[in-house]
């Protein structure tokens, strides 16, 4: 049965991946980002900057499947140099921007079965010089992500997937020289980074009904760096 996704941040990266493979499957796909970039004349789109402090959400008169919010930022900075409207910009990004999300589109997702998809990383799990930033944003993410489960179940599911460092637009600066890319590589137990398709195939799986029996779960997609050491 084809269904309707809305996915905010589809038009790069993982988004991007996210939105095509659904899209080939024949289901309807509606992208909320700042840009269209090339994305198919098929797929809707809205331009809505969740990186500025107001922005006008699209009102939508059919029902929604499922809903992923993919904005995020990386930066990285010593704790000790990071002002508090750094934190504030971060946490408006990533959690308030899927809070917003989701509590104007949640009129639309009356479906049994409908399923709300986050990100955070693997920085939560595990914890790293200089990332506070994102770390704390991200925390908050998945506290989201269980406290909403218990509360939209049993018609709703919400689910986290949590990536260590992927190779797409959003961090080409961590990636842009073969010395970075190496010491990535080195860090991950599998030996590589991620890539935008594999986390895009996860989410999909996470929005499909064959994760029907699946909530409140952050699935970490990490190549192994949360949960292995190798001695």
């Given at each position: 049965?084809?269904?309707?996704y809305?996915?905010?941040?589809?038009?790069?990266g993982?988004?991007?991946?996210?939105?095509?493979?659904?899209?080939?499957?024949?289901?309807?796909?509606?992208v909320?980002?700042?840009?269209?970039n090339?994305?198919?004349?098929?797929?809707?789109?809205?331009?809505?900057?969740?990186?500025?402090?107001?922005?006008?959400l699209?009102?939508?008169?059919?029902?929604?499947?499922?809903?992923?919010?993919?904005?995020?930022?990386?930066?990285?900075?010593?704790?000790?140099?990071?002002?508090?409207e750094e934190?504030?910009?971060?946490?408006?990004?990533?959690?308030l921007?899927?809070?917003?999300?989701?509590?104007?589109?949640?009129?639309n997702?009356?479906?049994?079965g409908a399923s709300?998809?986050?990100?955070?990383?693997v920085?939560?799990?595990?914890?790293?010089?200089?990332?506070?930033?994102?770390?704390?944003?991200k925390?908050?993410?998945e506290?989201?992500?269980?406290s909403?489960?218990?509360?939209?179940?049993?018609?709703?599911?919400?689910n986290?997937?949590?990536?260590?460092?992927t190779?797409?637009?959003?961090?080409?600066?961590f990636?842009?020289?073969?010395?970075?890319?190496?010491?990535?590589?080195?860090?991950?137990?599998?030996?590589?980074?991620?890539?935008?398709?594999e986390?895009?195939?996860?989410?999909?799986?996470?929005?499909?009904?064959?994760?029907?029996?699946?909530?409140?779960q952050?699935?970490?997609?990490?190549?192994?760096?949360?949960?292995?050491r190798?001695?």
């Amino acid at each position: 049965m084809n269904k309707h996704y809305l996915i905010a941040g589809g038009s790069s990266g993982i988004g991007r991946a996210l939105v095509l493979k659904l899209a080939e499957a024949g289901h309807h796909v509606t992208v909320l980002s700042r840009n269209r970039n090339d994305l198919p004349e098929e797929i809707a789109h809205f331009t809505v900057d969740f990186e500025s402090e107001q922005y006008e959400l699209p009102v939508l008169n059919s029902s929604i499947n499922g809903l992923v919010y993919m904005p995020g930022s990386i930066q990285l900075k010593p704790f000790k140099s990071i002002k508090s409207e750094e934190y504030l910009k971060d946490f408006r990004l990533n959690v308030l921007g899927a809070i917003n999300c989701i509590r104007h589109f949640l009129p639309n997702m009356n479906s049994e079965g409908a399923s709300i998809v986050l990100m955070s990383s693997v920085v939560v799990e595990t914890g790293m010089p200089y990332h506070s930033l994102v770390g704390a944003s991200k925390g908050a993410v998945e506290g989201l992500c269980r406290s909403l489960a218990a509360e939209l179940a049993p018609r709703i599911r919400v689910n986290v997937i949590a990536p260590s460092l992927t190779d797409t637009p959003l961090a080409e600066k961590f990636l842009n020289s073969e010395e970075k890319r190496q010491a990535s590589i080195e860090r991950h137990p599998l030996k590589r980074v991620g890539n935008a398709h594999e986390i895009a195939d996860m989410a999909a799986f996470l929005l499909s009904d064959s994760s029907a029996f699946m909530t409140a779960q952050i699935v970490r997609m990490d190549g192994g760096m949360s949960g292995v050491r190798k001695i």
